[in-house]
C-alpha cells in the first residue's frame, strides 16, 4: 500500500472515525437541511432497534403477568435495571423521585453502550465510508446532552414550580452586588453541564478510535521508509498492541456508558435536591 500515491495517512484515521461526507447512501436535503443517510444514521437505526428489540423482549413477561419469575433475557434485564436504580438512581436522585426519571437514565445507559460496542465491529468496512462509531460523533453526544439539559430543567420545575426552580440557583441571603456576578455563574454552570457530558463521551471514543488505527498503520509506514523487512516486525508488535487495546476499549465502551447515565442523575438530582 503506497501512501504516497493514494491519500495521506491522516485522512485514513479521519476516514475511520468520522462521519464521512463523501460516503452517502441517500442524499436528502429538508428546507435546507442535510438530512442524508450515512453510515452514522444507519448505525443509529440499528442501535435503536436492537434497544426497542431487547426491552420488548426482555419485559414480554412481565406484560403479561406482573408477579412473573424473570427467567433468559428477562433475568438479565431485570438484573440491569437493579443495577441501575440502586447504584444510579437511588443515591443520586432519590427512591421517591427516581422512578420517574429510571427510564430516562437506563435508555442513556443502553443506548450509550450499545453505539460504543457496535462501534467496536468493523461491520461497515465491507459496505461503504469505513467504521466508526456514533458517540463518537459530536453532533450525537450533543443531542443526548440537550436531553439531559431539558430534563434538568423539567425536573426542577416539577419538584419546586418554575419560578422557584430560577430562585433555587441564588442562594438565599445574598447582597445584591453579588448577583451581579453570581447570576452569570450559575447560568454559565448550567450550559457547562451538557457541554462537558458531550466532550467527555465523544472525546473518549474517538481517542480510542484514533489510537488503533493510528496503531495499525505504523506498518504502512514503516514500509515506505524503512523496508518490508522491518515493517513485517511492527506488524506483529501492531497487531498485539492492537488486540490489548480492544479489550480495554470494551471497559471504556462501558465505563462512558455508565459515567454518561451517572452524571445525568447527577445533574437531575441537584435540581431537585436544591438543599444539598
Same mark, same amino acid.
Given at each position: 500500500?503506497?501512501?504516497?500515491?493514494?491519500?495521506?495517512?491522516?485522512?485514513?484515521?479521519?476516514?475511520?472515525?468520522?462521519?464521512?461526507?463523501?460516503?452517502?447512501?441517500?442524499?436528502?436535503?429538508?428546507?435546507?437541511?442535510?438530512?442524508?443517510?450515512?453510515?452514522?444514521?444507519?448505525?443509529?437505526?440499528?442501535?435503536?432497534?436492537?434497544?426497542?428489540?431487547? =426491552?420488548?423482549?426482555?419485559?414480554?413477561?412481565?406484560?403479561?403477568?406482573?408477579?412473573?419469575?424473570?427467567?433468559?433475557?428477562?433475568?438479565?434485564?431485570?438484573?440491569?435495571?437493579?443495577?441501575?436504580?440502586?447504584?444510579?438512581?437511588?443515591?443520586?436522585?432519590?427512591?421517591?423521585?427516581?422512578?420517574?426519571?429510571?427510564?430516562?437514565?437506563?435508555?442513556?445507559?443502553?443506548? $450509550?453502550?450499545?453505539?460504543?460496542?457496535?462501534?467496536?465491529? &468493523?461491520?461497515?468496512?465491507?459496505?461503504?465510508?469505513?467504521?466508526?462509531?456514533?458517540?463518537?460523533?459530536?453532533?450525537?453526544?450533543?443531542?443526548?446532552?440537550? /436531553?439531559?439539559?431539558?430534563?434538568?430543567?423539567?425536573?426542577?420545575?416539577?419538584?419546586?414550580?418554575?419560578?422557584?426552580?430560577?430562585?433555587?440557583?441564588?442562594?438565599?441571603?445574598?447582597?445584591? &452586588?453579588?448577583? /451581579?456576578?453570581? /447570576? &452569570?455563574?450559575? /447560568?454559565?454552570?448550567?450550559?457547562?453541564?451538557?457541554?462537558?457530558?458531550?466532550?467527555?463521551?465523544?472525546?473518549?471514543?474517538?481517542?480510542?478510535?484514533?489510537?488503533?488505527?493510528?496503531?495499525?498503520?505504523?506498518?504502512?509506514?514503516?514500509?515506505?521508509?524503512?523496508?518490508?523487512?522491518?515493517?513485517?516486525? =511492527?506488524?506483529?508488535?501492531?497487531?498485539?498492541?492492537?488486540?490489548?487495546?480492544?479489550?480495554?476499549?470494551? $471497559?471504556?465502551?462501558?465505563?462512558?456508558?455508565?459515567?454518561?447515565?451517572?452524571?445525568?442523575?447527577?445533574?437531575?438530582?441537584?435540581?431537585?435536591?436544591?438543599?444539598?
Amino acid at each position: 500500500m503506497n501512501l504516497h500515491n493514494t491519500t495521506s495517512f491522516g485522512d485514513i484515521v479521519l476516514h475511520h472515525v468520522t462521519n464521512d461526507s463523501n460516503h452517502v447512501y441517500y442524499p436528502f436535503h429538508l428546507f435546507g437541511i442535510d438530512l442524508s443517510i450515512t453510515k452514522h444514521i444507519i448505525m443509529l437505526w440499528i442501535v435503536c432497534g436492537f434497544i426497542i428489540t431487547l =426491552s420488548l423482549w426482555g419485559t414480554r413477561r412481565y406484560r403479561k403477568n406482573i408477579k412473573a419469575t424473570p427467567k433468559g433475557l428477562s433475568s438479565l434485564f431485570e438484573i440491569l435495571i437493579d443495577f441501575i436504580k440502586k447504584n444510579i438512581i437511588d443515591p443520586n436522585i432519590g427512591k421517591k423521585e427516581g422512578k420517574a426519571w429510571l427510564p430516562l437514565i437506563t435508555t442513556f445507559f443502553l443506548f $450509550i453502550v450499545s453505539a460504543n460496542l457496535l462501534g467496536m465491529i &468493523p461491520i461497515f468496512e465491507f459496505i461503504k465510508g469505513g467504521s466508526a462509531t456514533i458517540t463518537g460523533n459530536f453532533a450525537v453526544t450533543l443531542a443526548l446532552a440537550t /436531553i439531559t439539559f431539558f430534563s434538568i430543567i423539567i425536573a426542577g420545575t416539577i419538584k419546586h414550580g418554575f419560578f422557584q426552580y430560577w430562585k433555587n440557583m441564588v442562594p438565599s441571603n445574598v447582597p445584591k &452586588p453579588v448577583l /451581579i456576578i453570581l /447570576i &452569570p455563574i450559575e /447560568i454559565i454552570g448550567m450550559v457547562v453541564k451538557p457541554i462537558a457530558l458531550t466532550l467527555r463521551l465523544g472525546a473518549n471514543m474517538t481517542a480510542g478510535h484514533i489510537g488503533m488505527v493510528a496503531i495499525f498503520g505504523l506498518p504502512f509506514l514503516l514500509t515506505e521508509t524503512l523496508g518490508p523487512g522491518l515493517a513485517f516486525g =511492527s506488524g506483529f508488535i501492531s497487531v498485539s498492541l492492537n488486540t490489548a487495546i480492544f479489550f480495554l476499549e470494551i $471497559i471504556v465502551c462501558l465505563v462512558q456508558a455508565y459515567v454518561f447515565a451517572l452524571l445525568s442523575a447527577v445533574f437531575i438530582g441537584m435540581a431537585i435536591h436544591t438543599e444539598h
